[in-house]
């Protein structure tokens, strides 16, 4: 399979890039936004296209075109403003699902954010509410893609750690309490829900646990 | 009809409330998130409710619990910044629509942006990427509201005026251009709108022009 990672220069998107490359089925198209992001992947060997979720769907989309699957790992991280949370987070999500749309893509995986799902939700766990708009933007972009007709898997973690893979994890629909994952971990999560078809029109939250991620993945039921 | 106005202490929200109150057949209940506001309103002998948009649902669905229909004025305005635009543009909207819901009330208009159902398309227009990430909350919140089953009128004025009241609008489902509009004409299309069936799960841009109110409204045709 295809794979367009979006955010291929985050801290997942690299890890999962790296493993899409050394994977037997998997084959990585990595979209950055930057020339110099671009030329550090060539060098690896990696295909790449350029394109920005603050573009256009149209640019998106003609990045997406050779794609099978759409991994969307990017974020506008912490150290941006309010502005890039709905700019990146929520719009650039809703434009890449578009685009996915356009590219007769149906296959679109997605790094969400532990508890987002309960943002609406009263009470609300109150974590919820200090990363300030980061939390309904996750929402409101997950909805969008629920909504969107696509092959959705929408992936939950907690607090991404760099912590070496563990292989590892405790995973549901909700879980009632957080943890730490590594961003190794997510990015396997990622790879074996592609593999996994029965993680179509799924999503779920996942910390650090005693269950191996495919068999993790294989007993999720909603 | 007894209108829950949401945002009653808003520039247009004031006008609406009064309008209201001087109407043969609607009531107003000013809904806002202060007690000296409450207080103000009081003495214009206008119906009071206290909640927060950046509150809770249930808060937001029993201040509605009296009201036969809510008019959205509520804005987080352009001098707070990008995260009162998620909390209050979009995510006050979309609380609100839940708990019109959650009251058991159908009818719901709200005043949008003139243009802002562009955000996605590919051109769009170029002032819309002006006012930073006002745009698409509001495209993200009226979409919010078309998918949730309410009667809606979506109202998308151009630039808001405090001149006096014209009367008279040039209304569209698109309008290919944009203009000014005073914020009375604003307050008296939501009152038309509350009054004319046929707007009923309909959305239009709206500037000041030749035709009165009424009649504009009649020939919106979707």
Redesign the interface.
């Given at each position: 399979m295809k794979v367009l990672v979006i955010g291929a220069h985050g801290s997942v998107g690299k890890i999962l890039v790296k493993k899409l490359q050394e994977s037997q089925n998997h084959f990585p198209i990595a979209m950055v936004r930057k020339k110099d992001q671009l030329e550090a992947f060539k060098e690896q060997g990696v295909e790449t296209v350029l394109a920005d979720l603050e573009g256009?769907?149209?640019d998106i989309s003609q990045a997406a075109k050779d794609a099978d699957a759409i991994a969307f790992t990017a974020g506008s991280g912490g150290s941006t403003?309010?502005?890039k949370?709905?700019?990146v987070d929520?719009?650039g999500t809703?434009?890449a699902v578009?685009a996915a749309k356009d590219a007769g893509i149906d296959r679109f995986v997605i790094v969400s954010a532990l508890g987002s799902q309960q943002w609406?939700e009263?009470?609300h766990p109150d974590w919820l509410d200090q990363l300030?708009?980061y939390y309904?933007?996750k929402f409101?972009a997950d909805q969008?893609l629920k909504?969107s007709g696509l092959d959705y898997t929408i992936v939950r973690p907690g607090l991404l750690s760099d912590d070496e893979a563990e292989g590892k994890v405790k995973l549901a629909k909700t879980l009632v309490e957080s943890g730490k994952i590594t961003r190794s971990d997510v990015a396997q999560i990622i790879i074996d829900s592609l593999d996994n078809d029965d993680t179509r029109k799924k999503e779920f939250d996942v910390i650090s646990g005693d269950t191996p991620i495919k068999e993790a993945l294989k007993e999720l039921e909603q």
């Open positions: 256009s769907i149209s403003g309010a502005d949370t709905m700019f929520l719009d809703v434009k578009e609406l009263d009470p300030g708009p309904p933007a409101y969008w909504n």
